[in-house]
């Protein structure tokens, strides 16, 4: 060992980075330092390293290890003769001096490699395991500079502020798993997960003993291949979320199989986990730490946590958490994860189980709230840091041992995406799609590093075994998501996906529709305006009704697929609201053999949930996406505000939406459509669609054709034209006030484009009683808003179209005064409170493809579409 210089001015002397020193050469550089000190002198082994034995000479404590990996960092101290057991060895200034840096410098890696991966789209454990060994032997350490923040004494606090993160991390990860979520599991992603952890197993086992067997050693340990196979071959469910999250395919059917299959893989990693860290106990018996872990994880899922969901709800009245419950929680993360360690297993077993009972609710999520940026940013990283230290790439010397390394990385990778494909084949999933399931079973999360943790204390793996392990985590999870880009990219995955608007929607295809859901006064007016899609069309409607259902107890969503001839087996906050909306549906379908319904709820944040909404959509490739409106009409005629929480979802899928999107404002339309005069005949529901020009409000014309075929719709359009005294709009003003220029240089081609589609649907109609059509004329916004108000009790609903791209002098102004702009300007004028009409109001938006150009003629994509299949 040789000797450098320690925090405390003491020699250290670290056998990981240079060749050991004997002991008799060690006992002779001891006496030669002992005159130097006062007081008291020892020689400390860092828990860092591993140390066996040791051996004490003449009162001194020196690590002598047989152990392949021969690591030890010894070091001297002075130790005051003081009885003050609280006080740390060394000056303290210094102590908190260094660790503060420590801190500084972690940080600033991590986060910096974050940023710089982000185009990658890689998670974030990738950026800290790469911080991790580039602080650790691999990188920085040879740096003299480096060794004033990371000093080898310094070791100890990095190894315990370390675990202190990963107890926290793994409580954090069970208090966010609902174990009610494993009953919803099929056997598709069942059969894949176990496809893809156990058949792997196999090549990891395998590859384990060509290690072994290369590095010239003739006996492989046992337990270091039972861990190196648990580590190789399971999926990490909260990387591979966060993966999928930033390929949006999170709410994807692909994503959701995944999703499930890494759950499974998760039970089954803790169930070995379990059941393999007692077989590594030297002197005791197997089977006393395997029943206590067995007994205590028992006892605390059917007796700890109905005691605790019931002390919380004692003590907590309505919802009133205090800081006090955060304190107490804390300290037992630490109490779990002492007494796990006790009884023969580890200590993040306890902490994982602690999360896993805690009651799921808004004590959960404040938990998370307050917890997360700590634990993960402050922490956690000391745990890469520590794994970094312990990987030593220099450690794989030669052409012949990077060859191998390189082979055992693919060949796990391999073995993954090859069993999760065959098995894909027999659930019929398409093989694109089956390999992207099998790069997704390849995300590794923090819980692997924890057991190759486990495996280096108990001497299992050598330096060139761990190593190796955690590269093939960096490369393997690495490759996940630019690989999917590459097989599965949008422009791949939605090839099929080009009827997004109602336009391009035509007689020979199906009208997909996303309809969400909020409360059970929402179903009535929803299911009407459903009923009178079907009018115009030769072929199916598809409904697909989205329950939005919020919940505060967790950050991920959970997708519920209803089937009406089995039992939901997830309890809901409110099960007969859900029950209403679905017998609403069957309802709807059954008289109406031309549609189909599916029914789905999502449970789900109210700051995620536009995410869900449009996730879905792109999923079911659907046409067009109908909104409530958040404010409901009063039996006065007013509007308030039922649920002001909706609204920024609303505003967050017009403008992220896929697709075309409805926004209906209900006053009432399902009784206008089901009104009868007094000789008990159905009477007709009167639309009237305000037509003043541009994109939205020819996909709102469409939506309006759509419906006049329905035999209760009798349908008028008013397209208002300008007159001769309207004053044009100055693009100059409007860049200062609105920096929209653009879209002025494109009114006359969206003029032509109004001309075309009006000429074809009058053409169309000519001979039908059902269709009026009629024009105002009008000069400004005033004259536009006077016409509208002249019609008054004449209609039951109005179709407009919101017009945020189209600029019209017709209507120029009107924005400005607006009090809901998701509306747009005639929306809003007819929802208005100084407006007394009471009539439902259908706001339209049609879909905007950045890349759609017209043609040579002005005719756009969709427009050129709808012109050739009406």
């Avoid at 007994?295 to 709800?313: D, H, K």
């Avoid at 690989?483 to 009827?499: E, S």
């Avoid at 109908?626 to 979802?649: C, N, Q, Y």
Wanted: hydrophobic share 45%; with cysteine.
């Amino acid at each position: 060992m040789a000797g450098n210089r320690g925090e405390s001015g003491g020699a250290v002397m670290a056998g990981n980075l240079r060749k050991p020193r004997t002991i008799s050469r060690i006992i002779p550089l001891f006496r030669e330092k002992r005159a130097s000190f006062r007081g008291r002198k020892k020689l400390h082994a860092s828990g860092v390293f591993r140390d066996r034995s040791r051996v004490f000479h003449g009162g001194i404590a020196m690590a002598a290890t047989s152990l392949p990996n021969r690591t030890g960092a010894c070091y001297f101290e002075t130790v005051d003769n003081s009885h003050d057991i609280w006080r740390e060895p060394g000056a303290p200034r210094l102590s908190v001096s260094v660790f503060l840096k420590q801190v500084g410098l972690t940080i600033f890696v991590s986060n910096a490699l974050f940023l710089a991966l982000r185009p990658l789209r890689q998670p974030r454990i990738i950026s800290d395991i790469l911080c991790g060994v580039l602080l650790g032997t691999s990188g920085f350490s040879h740096s003299p500079y480096f060794h004033k923040i990371f000093p080898e004494r310094s070791y100890v606090k990095v190894e315990t502020v370390g675990y202190l993160g990963l107890m926290y991390h793994l409580f954090l990860v069970g208090l966010r798993f609902d174990p009610a979520a494993l009953v919803l599991i099929g056997k598709k992603a069942t059969s894949i997960a176990l496809a893809a952890f156990f058949l792997p197993g196999i090549v990891g086992i395998s590859t384990f003993y060509i290690v072994t067997s290369s590095s010239g050693s003739s006996d492989a340990n046992r337990l270091g291949g039972m861990f190196w196979v648990i580590a190789l071959t399971f999926t990490g469910s909260p990387v591979l979320a966060e993966v999928l999250a930033s390929i949006k395919l999170l709410h994807s059917d692909i994503g959701r199989t995944a999703t499930a299959a890494a759950v499974v893989s998760d039970v089954c990693a803790w169930a070995l986990v379990i059941l393999v860290i007692p077989m590594s106990l030297e002197g005791r018996s197997f089977y006393y730490p395997l029943l206590a872990t067995a007994g205590f994880v028992s006892a605390c899922l059917f007796g700890v946590r109905p005691a605790l969901a019931w002390a919380i709800r004692k003590t907590s009245g309505e919802g009133n958490y205090s800081d006090g419950y955060v304190v107490v929680i804390l300290m037992g993360v630490s109490a779990f994860g002492m007494i796990t360690d006790v009884i023969g297993t580890h200590a993040m077993v306890g902490a994982f189980v602690f999360g896993l009972i805690m009651p799921n609710g808004e004590l959960g999520s404040r938990l998370v709230l307050k917890m997360e940026e700590c634990v993960d940013g402050i922490l956690l990283p000391f745990f890469y840091v520590l794994c970094g230290v312990r990987v030593n790439l220099w450690e794989i010397r030669g052409v012949g041992s990077w060859a191998l390394t390189v082979f055992v990385i693919c060949l796990g990778w391999m073995a993954k995406v090859l069993s999760t494909l065959g098995i894909s084949t027999f659930f019929n999933i398409q093989p694109r799609e089956g390999v992207v399931l099998g790069l997704l079973m390849n995300c590794k999360s923090l819980l692997g590093l924890a057991l190759l943790d486990v495996a280096w204390d108990k001497g299992a793996l050598t330096v060139q075994q761990y190593s190796i392990m955690v590269l093939a985590f960096l490369i393997m999870t690495a490759s996940v998501a630019p690989l999917i880009d590459l097989v599965y990219g949008p422009t791949k995955r939605f090839m099929n996906y080009k009827i997004r608007s109602v336009q391009a929607t035509g007689s020979d295809t199906d009208f997909r529709v996303l309809s969400c859901i909020y409360s059970t006064r929402h179903i009535a007016p929803i299911i009407n305006l459903l009923e009178v899609s079907t009018g115009n069309m030769h072929s199916r409607l598809a409904v697909f009704g989205l329950h939005l259902v919020e919940v505060t107890g967790c950050t991920s969503a959970m997708l519920i697929v209803h089937d009406p001839h089995r039992p939901t087996r997830v309890n809901l906050h409110d099960q007969a609201q859900s029950d209403h909306i679905m017998k609403s549906l069957e309802d709807f379908e059954y008289q109406n053999r031309s549609a189909s319904v599916q029914l789905l709820t999502i449970l789900s944040p109210y700051e995620s949930m536009c995410e869900d909404v449009c996730g879905m959509a792109e999923d079911k490739r659907v046409s067009l996406i109908i909104l409530p409106f958040h404010r409901r009409s009063m039996t006065s005629g007013a509007m308030e505000d039922a649920e002001p929480a909706f609204r920024p979802v609303n505003q967050s899928v017009l403008e992220n939406a896929p697709c075309s999107v409805a926004l209906l404002v209900d006053r009432g339309l399902a009784a206008g459509t089901m009104r009868r005069t007094d000789s008990n005949r159905a009477m007709a529901c009167r639309a009237v669609m305000l037509f003043v020009g541009g994109h939205d409000d020819r996909e709102a014309l469409a939506y309006a054709w759509q419906m006049a075929g329905h035999r209760s719709i009798n349908l008028t359009v008013v397209r208002f034209l300008p007159g001769s005294n309207v004053v044009n709009i100055d693009p100059m003003e409007l860049q200062e006030r609105q920096g929209i220029l653009t879209i002025v240089s494109d009114v006359e081609r969206q003029g032509r484009l109004d001309d075309v589609y009006i000429t074809e649907f009058r053409r169309k109609n000519s001979g039908n009683n059902s269709i009026t059509y009629r024009e105002v004329t009008v000069n400004n916004g005033d004259e536009t808003v006077a016409a509208i108000r002249e019609m008054d009790r004449e209609f039951d609903l109005y179709i407009v179209g919101r017009s945020e791209r189209s600029i019209s002098p017709l209507t120029f102004g009107l924005a400005e005064w607006s009090e809901y702009p998701e509306l747009g300007a005639i929306g809003d004028v007819l929802v208005s409170s100084n407006f007394s009409m009471h009539a439902s109001v259908l706001v339209v938006q049609q879909y905007d493809p950045k890349s759609t150009a017209a043609d040579e003629d002005g005719i756009g994509i969709l427009d050129s579409l709808a012109y050739f299949k009406k």
